[in-house]
């Protein structure tokens, strides 16, 4: 088993930035890659970023530029720094790690982000 806990959440002003974190335990060994997706009201979970061990990167096109997923795979932890938050980016923001053997998707409990105009 792999638990998640996010934290950095909160509500900021279009134009400002968060910082999201993500710290996983236990079964931590054999995670391939960590990334985080967002939920909106309304609307389907979607990939915002995702990271794999070795450090390549992927973001969906709505946040390339303004958001950067980083890793630190010695503390098991996964950040995502966003810049210049958009009416469009509140939502509730989930940490997802993959395990590898068995191969198997662990999700945090999310946290809220809440832009304001």
């Known amino acids: 088993q792999v638990h998640l806990v996010e934290s950095g959440g909160g509500s900021v002003q279009a134009g400002g930035s968060l910082r999201l974190s993500c710290a996983a335990s236990?079964?931590?060994?054999?995670?391939?890659?960590m990334g985080w997706y967002r939920q909106a009201l309304g609307k389907q979970r979607e990939l915002v970023a995702d990271i794999s061990s070795g450090g390549s990167t992927n973001y969906a096109n709505s946040v390339k530029g303004r958001f950067t997923i980083s890793r630190d795979n010695g503390e098991n932890t996964v950040d995502l720094q966003m810049n210049s938050l958009k009416p469009e980016d509140p939502a509730i923001y989930y940490c997802?790690?993959?395990?590898?053997?068995?191969?198997?998707?662990?999700w945090g409990k999310g946290t809220l982000v809440i832009v304001s105009t």
């Open positions: 997802v790690a993959t395990r590898s053997h068995p191969a198997r998707d662990y």
């Open positions: 236990g079964s931590t060994f054999d995670i391939s890659a």
